[in-house]
């Protein structure tokens, strides 16, 4: 600017240049944040931008149905709501608390408490498993942050009938017991995942694409056939509650496959309502406790003695005078049976001459015919949780280890573990693995010759007799193979007189279709009530006098088996009483020391 006598001269020119340089530069800012913003930086922007937006939101998926063999569910998936909210939403309109407390059936002001300890979340759970109508009458409240998510809910018809083998699924329909476990991957399929736009009040504008399929769970055909299922469940309950017993387990094998037809345990539990519930109820007893098998156990020191060679079915024993006294220790039987061949041993269930065949043998032929029919580890049925039960090794025998293992003391074994040792004898010595899954294919192996199954088999047909030990398993019209047990519980290394009753058997035995394993832990000590023979076996007659109706066997003793007893020509009634002396062969297999 300059002044001309007086007059001041404005540098038009100058200013313009200025003006223009300024808006050059601020043009040039903004293209330079335009391409920052649209091209630079384009992508972080644009998922700031969706972020306030878009959600991916998870497809829920249908868990898989279990069935048993015939289709019956057994397992299946309820559709259900879960309320959701977006915490910092709600908590703008304080004023919708109540109202939303109300419709939840909650505490106001634990609601609050909850909102304000999460608001830094972007969703929580307020209320799960709603029955969809619930659900939508509390959206139709239209209250700012509030939606709703479809979610499944396990239910299982058969309750507790099923309860062990089934298992349950948590609160997120993951499988966390039994066979919902076993096969979660199986069951639970994979949620999709779809991209959608919301508006600030978190509602569901438009669907933008779809992220990931889902992928329903695929169902579950299980070998359990359910009619059996229950039949055991009922019959060992009733011997429960009639022996006034702790706990109990019955196992039903399909011979020929290997598969697990039923398997019940009491006490039991309502899988549907799992409030206060006693933790040791929902053990599968069947397959993770284990028990000293006792006389169960004699079949397989049978079998070792024949396939030694040393002994014959017709090799006499004398159990004269009816104790034994070895390496400072009293085995004892009930009565003096005098001379027993084989099958006499098992027919009176002789502690003794089970002892002197089992000290005849080396320590590592008893062992390797135990170890041969799976004792001592897991069946293979793929459960989780499953005991390998006990068998030491032979090494860590000593004399009257030898001797009180023979007839079945000194190890333990599961229900199911016994069942599928009963089951290689009636597959004519083949071992096959259990399964819980129809139609599964698992290789089998021999293990026994043939000759020597078919002739414990026989031996234990002399069981059922009103001779032997168990009269009241029998079942009619049909041939039952068996073998009573009675153990007493080992406590704190010594045992008292707390028992196990088990039984043992296979049917028909001419030609085996079923075994069956009842096991009743701690009946009511009165008199002689406590022996497997009047414990077990009458819930091992029971249920498989129905078990083949259903199955529709064909009968192999038409002829009516029983000649002579309480009713010819007809199972045994557990209520009828036995002659005293049926009942006292069945010993508790006690050792007692000198």
Avoid: C
């Amino acid at each position: 600017m300059k002044t001309t006598r007086g007059k001041v001269i404005v540098n038009t020119r100058g200013r313009l240049y200025v003006v223009l340089m300024v808006l050059a530069l601020g043009s040039t800012a903004l293209v330079v944040r335009a391409v920052d913003l649209q091209v630079v930086r384009k992508d972080f922007y644009q998922e700031q931008g969706d972020a306030r937006y878009l959600r991916d939101i998870a497809i829920p998926v249908s868990r898989g149905m279990i069935t048993d063999r015939n289709g019956e569910p057994l397992a299946v998936s309820t559709p259900l709501d879960a309320i959701w909210a977006v915490p910092q939403d709600l908590l703008d309109h304080a004023d919708r608390f109540n109202e939303l407390a109300k419709a939840l059936d909650v505490d106001a002001e634990e609601l609050q408490r909850q909102l304000v300890s999460k608001s830094d979340k972007q969703f929580i759970p307020l209320k799960r498993h709603l029955n969809p109508d619930d659900a939508a009458a509390i959206l139709n409240l239209r209250i700012p942050g509030i939606s709703s998510q479809r979610e499944y809910q396990r239910y299982y018809p058969s309750g507790e009938v099923m309860a062990h083998v089934i298992g349950f699924t948590n609160n997120d329909d993951r499988g966390q017991e039994g066979l919902e476990l076993a096969f979660d991957d199986w069951l639970s399929g994979k949620p999709g995942v779809k991209r959608v736009m919301q508006d600030r009040l978190g509602h569901v504008v438009e669907s933008v694409e779809l992220v990931r399929e889902p992928k329903p769970g695929r169902d579950l055909a299980l070998s359990i056939d359910r009619r059996l299922q229950y039949l055991a469940y009922r019959e060992l309950k009733l011997a429960i509650d009639k022996n006034k017993a702790k706990s109990g387990s019955m196992v039903i094998l399909d011979v020929a496959t290997g598969e697990i037809l039923a398997m019940v345990n009491q006490p039991s539990f309502n899988p549907n309502s799992r409030i206060n519930i006693d933790f040791s109820a929902r053990r599968n007893r069947a397959m993770t406790d284990v028990v000293e098998p006792g006389s169960t156990m004699k079949p397989f020191t049978i079998a070792a003695a024949l396939e030694s060679g040393k002994w014959k079915p017709t090799s006499m024993v004398d159990t004269s005078p009816g104790t034994f006294q070895y390496y400072g220790y009293t085995i004892r039987d009930t009565h003096n049976h005098g001379m027993l061949n084989l099958t006499g041993i098992l027919t009176k269930s002789s502690n003794i001459g089970a002892a002197k065949i089992g000290i005849s043998m080396d320590r590592e032929v008893l062992y390797n015919m135990f170890n041969r029919f799976g004792f001592g580890q897991t069946t293979g049925s793929g459960y989780p949780g499953e005991s390998p039960g006990v068998l030491a090794p032979a090494n860590k025998w000593g004399p009257v280890e030898k001797a009180t293992i023979s007839y079945g003391y000194g190890l333990s074994v599961t229900p199911l573990q016994l069942a599928n040792g009963y089951a290689a004898l009636a597959r004519g010595g083949r071992s096959h693995p259990p399964t819980f899954v129809k139609d599964a294919v698992n290789p089998d192996a021999a293990i026994l010759d043939p000759q020597i199954a078919q002739t414990i088999i026989g031996m234990l047909e002399t069981v059922i007799t009103p001779e032997g030990t168990a009269p009241q398993a029998a079942v009619k019209n049909f041939l039952v193979a068996g073998k009573t047990g009675t153990s007493r519980r080992a406590v704190g290394g010594s045992y008292e007189s707390r028992y196990v009753s088990l039984f043992a058997g296979i049917v028909p035995a001419s030609a085996p279709r079923l075994v069956g394993v009842v096991v009743i832990n701690d009946p009511a000590v009165n008199g002689n009530s406590y022996y497997g023979g009047l414990v077990s076996a009458p819930v091992f007659g029971k249920v498989m006098a129905d078990a083949l109706r259903l199955l529709d066997v064909p009968p192999d003793n038409i002829k009516n088996w029983y000649t002579s007893g309480p009713q010819a020509g007809q199972a045994i009634d557990a209520t009828m009483p036995l002659p005293l002396t049926a009942a006292e062969e069945e010993n508790s297999a006690e050792v007692v020391p000198e």
